[in-house]
Protein backbone atom coordinates (compact mmCIF):
# COMPACT_ATOMS: atom_id res chain seq x y z
CA UNK A 1 0.00 0.00 0.00
CA UNK A 2 1.35 3.71 -0.96
CA UNK A 3 2.23 6.38 1.95
CA UNK A 4 -0.93 8.99 2.28
CA UNK A 5 0.78 11.33 3.94
CA UNK A 6 -0.87 14.79 3.64
CA UNK A 7 1.13 17.86 2.87
CA UNK A 8 0.70 20.68 4.10
CA UNK A 9 -0.67 24.54 3.04
CA UNK A 10 3.40 25.34 2.30
CA UNK A 11 4.22 22.31 0.87
CA UNK A 12 1.55 22.24 -1.64
CA UNK A 13 2.26 25.74 -2.90
CA UNK A 14 5.97 25.20 -2.96
CA UNK A 15 5.83 22.29 -5.03
CA UNK A 16 2.39 23.66 -7.16
CA UNK A 17 5.25 26.69 -7.82
CA UNK A 18 7.81 23.95 -8.78
CA UNK A 19 5.76 20.88 -10.67
CA UNK A 20 2.67 22.16 -11.61
CA UNK A 21 2.68 26.13 -12.30
CA UNK A 22 -0.64 26.27 -13.77
CA UNK A 23 -2.32 23.93 -11.63
CA UNK A 24 -3.88 25.67 -8.29
CA UNK A 25 -4.82 24.97 -4.79
CA UNK A 26 -8.46 25.54 -4.11
CA UNK A 27 -10.80 24.02 -1.12
CA UNK A 28 -8.71 21.26 -0.37
CA UNK A 29 -8.09 20.50 -3.91
CA UNK A 30 -5.53 20.44 -6.87
CA UNK A 31 -6.88 22.01 -9.86
CA UNK A 32 -6.51 22.55 -13.53
CA UNK A 33 -9.16 24.25 -16.02
CA UNK A 34 -8.02 23.59 -20.04
CA UNK A 35 -9.25 25.48 -22.03
CA UNK A 36 -10.30 23.65 -25.21
CA UNK A 37 -11.90 24.66 -29.18
CA UNK A 38 -15.57 22.65 -28.34
CA UNK A 39 -17.27 19.58 -27.35
CA UNK A 40 -15.52 17.07 -29.48
CA UNK A 41 -12.18 18.35 -27.72
CA UNK A 42 -13.31 18.52 -24.56
CA UNK A 43 -14.02 14.32 -24.90
CA UNK A 44 -10.83 14.24 -25.99
CA UNK A 45 -9.71 15.26 -23.31
CA UNK A 46 -11.73 13.74 -20.75
CA UNK A 47 -10.60 10.29 -22.63
CA UNK A 48 -7.26 11.07 -22.05
CA UNK A 49 -7.69 12.07 -18.43
CA UNK A 50 -9.96 9.14 -18.03
CA UNK A 51 -7.27 6.91 -19.16
CA UNK A 52 -4.98 7.67 -17.01
CA UNK A 53 -6.91 7.68 -13.86
CA UNK A 54 -7.80 4.66 -14.50
CA UNK A 55 -4.52 3.19 -15.40
CA UNK A 56 -3.01 4.81 -11.91
CA UNK A 57 -6.60 3.74 -10.34
CA UNK A 58 -6.74 7.33 -8.53
CA UNK A 59 -9.85 9.12 -10.18
CA UNK A 60 -10.37 13.20 -10.21
CA UNK A 61 -13.68 14.94 -10.62
CA UNK A 62 -14.04 16.49 -13.60
CA UNK A 63 -16.59 19.41 -14.66
CA UNK A 64 -16.96 18.75 -18.74
CA UNK A 65 -18.24 21.87 -20.78
CA UNK A 66 -18.68 22.81 -24.14
CA UNK A 67 -14.86 24.45 -24.28
CA UNK A 68 -12.90 23.46 -21.22
CA UNK A 69 -12.61 20.76 -18.72
CA UNK A 70 -11.79 21.27 -15.19
CA UNK A 71 -9.47 18.27 -13.28
CA UNK A 72 -9.80 18.35 -9.24
CA UNK A 73 -7.63 15.60 -7.30
CA UNK A 74 -7.68 14.58 -4.18
CA UNK A 75 -6.92 11.62 -2.04
CA UNK A 76 -10.07 10.74 -0.68
CA UNK A 77 -9.31 8.05 1.64
CA UNK A 78 -6.78 10.54 3.51
CA UNK A 79 -8.44 13.60 3.26
CA UNK A 80 -6.51 15.80 2.03
CA UNK A 81 -3.55 15.91 -0.99
CA UNK A 82 -0.93 13.40 -1.12
CA UNK A 83 2.11 12.22 -3.45
CA UNK A 84 -0.96 10.35 -5.30
CA UNK A 85 -2.79 13.82 -6.47
CA UNK A 86 1.04 15.35 -7.35
CA UNK A 87 1.93 12.31 -9.41
CA UNK A 88 -1.51 11.84 -11.47
CA UNK A 89 -1.60 15.52 -11.96
CA UNK A 90 2.27 15.72 -13.69
CA UNK A 91 1.10 12.56 -15.71
CA UNK A 92 -1.95 14.25 -17.03
CA UNK A 93 -0.48 17.61 -17.74
CA UNK A 94 2.43 15.88 -19.19
CA UNK A 95 0.07 14.26 -21.48
CA UNK A 96 -2.21 16.69 -22.33
CA UNK A 97 0.57 19.49 -23.18
CA UNK A 98 2.80 17.15 -24.99
CA UNK A 99 3.65 18.64 -28.56
CA UNK A 100 6.38 16.61 -30.95
CA UNK A 101 10.06 18.04 -30.17
CA UNK A 102 11.81 19.68 -32.99
CA UNK A 103 13.65 16.57 -33.42
CA UNK A 104 10.60 14.42 -33.58
CA UNK A 105 9.39 12.39 -37.02
CA UNK A 106 6.19 13.51 -35.93
CA UNK A 107 5.06 17.10 -37.25
CA UNK A 108 2.34 18.12 -34.82
CA UNK A 109 -1.36 20.07 -35.17
CA UNK A 110 -0.48 22.51 -37.45
CA UNK A 111 -0.63 25.99 -36.44
CA UNK A 112 -3.86 26.60 -37.96
CA UNK A 113 -6.27 27.43 -35.85
CA UNK A 114 -9.09 25.07 -37.84
CA UNK A 115 -7.06 22.39 -36.22
CA UNK A 116 -6.64 23.74 -32.82
CA UNK A 117 -7.98 21.44 -30.27
CA UNK A 118 -6.51 22.47 -27.54
CA UNK A 119 -5.38 25.87 -25.50
CA UNK A 120 -1.52 25.25 -25.12
CA UNK A 121 -0.04 26.92 -22.23
Known amino acids: MSDETIH ?8 LQTELPRWRHA ?13 KASLMVVNAVGHLAEAAW ?13 VTLTTHS ?13 RIEETLMWRPGAES ?9 RYAYLEYD
Open 58 to 70: HHPDLAVSYASVT
Open 27 to 39: DGRLCREYRTSGW
Open 105 to 113: ALDGTPEDP
Open 78 to 90: ANGITDKDFELAG
Open 8 to 15: SETEIQKR
